[in-house]
C-alpha cells in the first residue's frame, strides 16, 4: 500500500494565482481531513470528510474548497492564493474502529504564495 | 471551543536525562493522540490513549492519559539523541474525525 500520497511536494504561486493539491489514499478508509501546518502552531484543520459525497468545514476555511467525488481522491483547490496562505499541507485518512479515529498523513505540501 | 496547550514548547535536554511533556485540554474528551515529526517530515503516530488512566509505552517514551484532570504526559526517559523531533498532541473534537492539535513541543537532545 502507498498509504496516503500528496503531490505536489512543493510550489511556488503568484498571489491571485489557483491550484489544486492532490491527495490519494489506497487504504479504503471513509474519513479523510485537510490541515496546515504553520509554525507555532501546530496543525490546523480545514475541511474534512466523512464519505464520498460529504464534506464540511474545519477550523480555518476559508479561501479553500474542497469536494469529495471517490473515496479514494480528497484534492483541496487554493481558489485565490494569498500570502497567508503560505505553509505546509497536510492531507490525512482515518477510518473508525471502536471509537478510535488515528489518523495516518501524507507526506505534505509545502506551498509558498508570493 | 476545544484548546489543546502543550508545554514546554521548546525543550533542550541532555542525553540519559528524564523529562516530562504536558498536554492539557479544555473539553471532556476520552480519546488522545500522540505524534511525532521529525524536520520536514510528515506526522508519525506514537500512541492512541482511550480512556482514563491509559497508559502506553515504546522504548524510551510513555504516555498516560488523565481525563478528569483533561491531562497527558508524555514521559522521556534517559533521553537519546534519536528522540531529537517535534512532538505534537492531539485530541477529537466534535466528532472523532477532527483532531484539534497542540502547538507541539520541539525536543532537542544534546550528547
Known amino acids: 500500500n502507498a498509504g496516503v500520497t500528496q503531490t505536489p511536494k512543493f510550489q511556488v504561486l503568484k498571489t491571485g494565482q489557483s491550484m489544486t493539491l492532490q491527495c490519494a489514499q489506497d487504504?479504503?478508509?471513509?474519513?479523510m481531513s485537510w490541515y496546515r501546518q504553520d509554525p507555532g502552531m501546530g496543525l490546523r484543520l480545514i475541511h474534512y470528510?466523512?464519505?464520498?459525497?460529504?464534506?464540511d468545514q474545519g477550523e480555518v476555511p476559508n479561501g479553500y474548497n474542497v469536494s469529495r467525488s471517490t473515496t479514494e481522491d480528497f484534492p483541496l483547490r487554493l481558489l485565490s492564493a494569498a500570502p497567508s496562505q503560505t505553509s505546509v499541507y497536510f492531507c490525512?485518512?482515518?477510518?473508525?474502529?471502536?471509537?478510535?479515529?488515528?489518523?495516518?498523513f501524507g507526506p505534505g505540501t509545502r506551498l509558498t504564495v508570493l | 471551543e476545544l484548546k489543546v496547550e502543550q508545554n514546554p514548547l521548546f525543550l533542550s535536554m541532555q542525553e540519559g536525562k528524564n523529562y516530562t511533556i504536558y498536554c492539557n485540554y479544555s473539553?471532556?474528551?476520552?480519546?488522545l493522540y500522540w505524534y511525532r515529526q521529525d524536520p520536514g517530515k510528515s506526522l508519525e503516530s506514537l500512541f492512541v490513549?482511550?480512556?482514563?488512566?491509559a497508559v502506553k509505552q515504546e522504548g524510551r517514551l510513555m504516555a498516560s492519559l488523565d481525563t478528569k484532570a483533561r491531562l497527558s504526559t508524555l514521559h522521556i526517559t534517559a533521553a537519546v539523541h534519536d528522540l531529537s523531533a517535534t512532538y505534537f498532541c492531539?485530541?477529537?473534537?466534535?466528532?472523532?474525525?477532527?483532531?484539534?492539535f497542540g502547538a507541539g513541543t520541539i525536543l532537542r537532545v544534546k550528547s
Open positions: 473539553t471532556t474528551s476520552d480519546r
Open positions: 492531539a485530541v477529537d473534537g466534535e466528532y472523532g474525525n477532527k483532531l484539534v
Open positions: 470528510s466523512v464519505g464520498a459525497g460529504i464534506t
Open positions: 490525512a485518512s482515518s477510518y473508525s474502529a471502536s471509537g478510535i479515529f488515528e489518523q495516518f
Open positions: 490513549l482511550l480512556s482514563n488512566g
Open positions: 487504504m479504503n478508509h471513509e474519513y
